[in-house]
């Protein structure tokens, strides 16, 4: 398995390429099966989650075909993908496959729309608390959907179809919201969906969805109205820029100083994270390329964070945030609202000598004047590339352990970052 070494101490100087959104890349692939015609998807990233939906997707009939290189093309651009599930053969998505991945159980939905019919096994993913689809399937009770659970399947069936109808959330969550989009646009009658969630991925998606020829309003806000459409279209796409990605490596210069664009990124996209990288000390600007993170000497402040759906502080960024008050001036506290268990990269954290209490959802940091490299593992998404950061900023070698799991959401991590002057390296099994 790939280790990743870091040295740290350098400072991060030059400029950081964004890439398009895991998030975003993922339900917009399976939105494909909505349809018989083909979708192109634009600025797709290079990661395994994509490769594996790729997979999970092929399983049901769906060709996906990535263009080539052409002349004059920046390497630095994602792919573009050409999805066509002209015909389905399976609507059974196995549990060797929806396992490694939990977005892939989203596909029972444009399954159980366009089909009438799916098989999907209960998903696996990041090893992050318990995450539930009980919402999920909800959504599709709602809209006429009868479900079984068996053997560790939900078996949906919608024989004459589905039919629009209310959707009110207890809690925001994404998956739930893109599950209701993708049933809707093909349900008969208008369906309205309340407490949706509103992160840009979302908007994303029924932006997408729209130009398939979808009646979709309100995305973006926490009421979305649906009205339903016999058929979709085929479209073209570009996804949005990845704004984990984007507060990640802000967080990365925050924590060892350097000067860094960050090409492609949006500010709207991320602001609360951004107000909180400020408030801790970096200089964050708006350029027409991106954003600019610079931070000159100086300590680092200590903050107070509540992980919020969007626009709230993104729990995906809470792990990267830990890694920056490790070595705060002074104590800071973080607390994690949207998921129980999210706090894997503490342990490894304290390894390379972090000082983090943890009481229920809050974690308390003291930060400490060093940290020391390691061998650590990584957990989880996010948790790995916490790992990575402060290394980057600790004396000596880490080495990064189960890198499989940055793989699958950040793209040529370590060409990215060596690019800017960092010693990192990967080595291969
Ligand atoms: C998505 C993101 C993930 C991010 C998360 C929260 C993708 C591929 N993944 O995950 O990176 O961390 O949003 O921003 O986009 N819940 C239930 N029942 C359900 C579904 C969810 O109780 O049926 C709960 C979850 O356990 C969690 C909360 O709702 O506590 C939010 O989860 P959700 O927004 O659904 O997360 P995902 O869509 O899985």
Partial sequence: MDRIRIVGGQRLNGTIPIS????????????????????????????????LLQRILGNHGVDVMTAGKRPGDDPNSGRTLHISAKHIVDTTAP?????????????????????????????????????????LIMVLERLGTQIEIESGYVIARAKKGLRGGEIVFPKVTVGGTHTALMA???????????????????????????????????????????EGVPKLNGARHSVLPDRIETGTYAMAVAMTGGD???????????????????????????????????RNGGGIA??????APFPGFPTDLQAQLMALMSRAKGTSRITETIFENRFMHVQELARLGARIHLDGETAT?????????????????????SLVIAALAA???????????????????????SACGASIERLSA
């Avoid at 998030?23 to 395994?48: C, F, G, H, K």
């Avoid at 664009?261 to 350029?287: C, F, H, M, W, Y």
């Avoid at 200590?302 to 992980?307: A, I």
């Fill in 20 to 51: 398009g959104a895991k998030n975003a890349t993922l339900p917009l692939m399976i939105a494909s099966l909505l349809t018989d015609q083909t979708l192109i998807l634009d600025n797709v990233p290079r990661l395994a989650d994509v490769g």
């Fill in 95 to 135: 549990y060797e496959l929806v396992s490694k991945m939990r977005a892939s159980f989203w596909v029972i939905a444009p399954l159980v729309a366009r089909m009438g019919e799916a098989k999907v096994s209960m998903p696996g993913g990041c090893a992050i608390g318990t995450r539930p689809v009980d919402l």
């Fill in 184 to 226: 809707a646009s093909l349900a008969s009658g208008t369906s309205v969906i309340e407490n949706a969630a509103r992160e840009p991925e979302i908007t994303d998606v029924a932006d997408c969805l729209n130009k398939m020829g979808a009646k979709i309003s309100g995305a973006g806000t926490s009421r979305i109205v649906i």
């Fill in 260 to 294: 860094v664009l960050l090409q492609n990124a949006r500010p709207e996209l991320l602001q609360a994270a951004l107000d909180v990288i400020a408030k801790t000390g970096a200089t964050v600007s708006t350029t027409n390329e991106g954003i600019r993170i610079t």
């Fill in 302 to 307: 200590p903050v107070e964070v509540t992980t």
């Fill in 365 to 385: 940091i003291e930060g400490v004047e060093k940290l020391k490299g390691a061998p650590v593992m990584a957990t989880d998404l996010r948790a790995s590339v």
């Fill in 395 to 417: 004396e000596g070698e880490t080495m990064v352990n189960r890198v499989y799991h940055l793989d699958r959401g950040f793209e040529r991590l370590e060409e990215k970052l």
